[in-house]
C-alpha cells in the first residue's frame, strides 16, 4: 500500500507534528507532502522521510511570513500531484485536507481543528484590524470558509483530536468523526517523579492569540509569583512588553528539556480554549498539576478538585485574570492533595501505543467512512 501523509507545515515540533511522527512510525515508507517544511525544525523521524512542498517554499525567507499567505494556502495544497497513492492520510488544522486525492484512493483526515482562523477564533486573530484591512481580511475570510467546507468533501472518514472538535466537526461540516486522542510520549513516563511543592508556575504553548498568555502574565503581575513560559510565536514581542520581572520567557526549547521544566514547576498554567492539548498531559505525567480554564480539551483530560474522584489539576469558569486568580487560590490550597503518583497514572491512559492503535485502525482502508 502507497501511503501519502499530508501535513499543514513544518516548521516546529508541536502537538500536531508529534502526531505526525507517530504516523511516520505507523507507515515507514509513506512520502509526506506540506505546504512549507524548515529543515532541522522537526524530529529525525519526520525529516527521514521522503518530503514535498509546495510552490510557497520558493518564496525567500517564507518561514517568516507565511502566516500572511493564507489566501494561497488552498490552491497550493490542491497542486500536490498524490498519483498513484493508495491510501491519503491528512492531519490538518488549516487545508492539508483539502488535498485531492487520485481516482480509487481513500482519504482519511486527522482534524486536529476546523481552520480556527476563520471559523470559531475568526476574532481572535484578525479583531484588532483597522477598518479597511478588516474589509478586506473578512472578504478573504468568507471564501475560504465554503472552499473549506467543500473541500471536506473529499475526505472519506473523519478522525477528530477530541470531543470539542468533533462537535465542531458537526457544526461546521456537517460530518461525524471518531475521536482519537493526541499521545502523550513513552519518555514522560520513564522520568522520575518530583517532590517538594515546585518552583514557579508554567506556560509550555506557542504564543498566539488563542492562547491567552497575557491573561496569565496579568495574574502574576498582581500575585509576584514566578512564572516561566516556553515557546516562540507572533505574540512574541507583545507579550514581553506586557511582562512584569516576575516573568521569565525561555523561547523555544528542546523536547528532551521539557519533562525537567515540568517536574521542577508549580503547575502548568493553561489560561486559553484548546482543542486538546499535550502539555498539560506531558505536565501529569511528570507528577505536576494544570490550573487551565474549565473548557475545551482539557476538560476531557483533567480530573477537576470538587468534582469527586481523585483529582489531577484546577479547572476554572470564567475567561478572565480574576477566574485565573481563583485558580490559583485554589492551588495554593490544595497543593498538597496533587500525588505525583496518581497525576502519572491519569495520564498513563494517552500513552503512544493507544493512539498507534487507534490510528492504524482508523486509516486502514475499507474502514467504515464517516
Not at 486522542?181 to 508554567?202: A, C, K
Not at 492539548?277 to 474549565?294: D, S, W, Y
Not at 485565573?324 to 492533595?337: I, P, W
Not at 485502525?361 to 474502514?367: D, E, L, N, R, V
Amino acid at each position: 500500500m502507497k501511503v501519502a501523509l499530508v501535513h499543514d507545515w513544518l516548521t516546529g515540533m508541536r502537538g500536531g507534528e508529534k502526531c505526525l511522527e507517530a504516523a511516520c512510525e505507523l507507515f515507514p515508507d509513506a512520502d509526506v507532502f506540506t505546504l512549507l517544511h524548515r529543515k532541522g525544525t522537526v524530529s529525525p523521524t519526520i525529516e527521514r522521510h521522503r518530503i514535498t512542498t509546495s510552490f510557497l517554499q520558493r518564496l525567500p525567507e517564507v518561514h517568516r511570513y507565511y502566516r500572511y499567505l493564507l489566501p494561497l494556502f488552498p490552491a497550493a495544497v490542491e497542486r500536490f500531484d498524490l498519483g498513484g497513492y493508495d491510501l491519503v492520510l491528512s492531519m490538518s488544522h488549516a487545508v492539508a485536507k483539502g488535498a485531492i486525492p487520485p481516482v480509487g484512493a481513500e482519504h482519511a483526515c486527522y482534524c486536529f481543528s476546523p481552520m480556527r482562523y476563520v471559523w470559531d477564533l475568526y476574532d481572535d486573530y484578525f479583531g484588532r484590524l483597522p477598518k479597511p484591512a478588516e474589509l478586506v481580511v473578512s472578504a478573504c475570510a468568507s471564501r475560504l470558509r465554503l472552499w473549506d467546507v467543500a473541500a471536506t468533501a473529499r475526505v472519506d472518514r473523519i478522525a477528530a483530536i477530541s470531543r470539542h472538535v468533533e462537535r465542531r466537526v458537526a457544526r461546521y461540516y456537517r460530518r461525524e468523526a471518531t475521536v482519537i486522542h493526541p499521545p502523550v510520549e513513552d519518555r514522560y513516563f520513564e522520568e522520575g517523579l518530583p517532590s517538594g511543592p515546585g518552583e514557579y508556575l508554567l506556560i509550555v504553548s506557542s504564543l498566539v492569540p488563542y492562547k491567552r498568555i497575557d491573561t496569565a502574565i496579568a495574574a502574576v503581575r498582581r500575585t509576584g509569583e514566578p512564572l516561566w513560559i516556553v515557546g516562540s510565536g507572533p505574540e512574541e514581542r507583545r507579550l514581553r512588553r506586557l511582562a512584569p520581572p516576575n516573568v521569565r520567557f525561555l523561547g523555544w526549547q528542546r523536547s528532551d528539556a521539557l519533562p525537567d521544566l515540568y517536574r521542577r514547576a508549580r503547575a502548568l498554567v493553561f489560561p486559553g480554549v484548546e482543542d486538546f492539548g499535550i502539555a498539560p498531559l506531558e505536565c501529569q505525567a511528570m507528577g505536576r498539576p494544570v490550573v487551565g480554564l474549565r473548557a475545551g480539551g482539557l476538560c476531557e483530560t483533567v480530573a477537576p478538585i470538587g468534582a469527586g474522584g481523585e483529582p489531577t489539576g484546577v479547572l476554572y469558569a470564567e475567561p478572565t485574570v480574576e477566574g485565573l486568580l481563583g485558580g490559583l487560590e485554589t492551588l495554593r490550597r490544595h497543593q498538597a492533595d496533587f500525588d505525583p503518583a496518581r497525576l502519572r497514572r491519569h495520564a498513563s491512559a494517552f500513552r503512544r501505543n493507544r493512539f498507534l492503535d487507534e490510528l492504524k485502525s482508523f486509516a486502514t482502508p475499507g474502514a467504515r467512512p464517516c
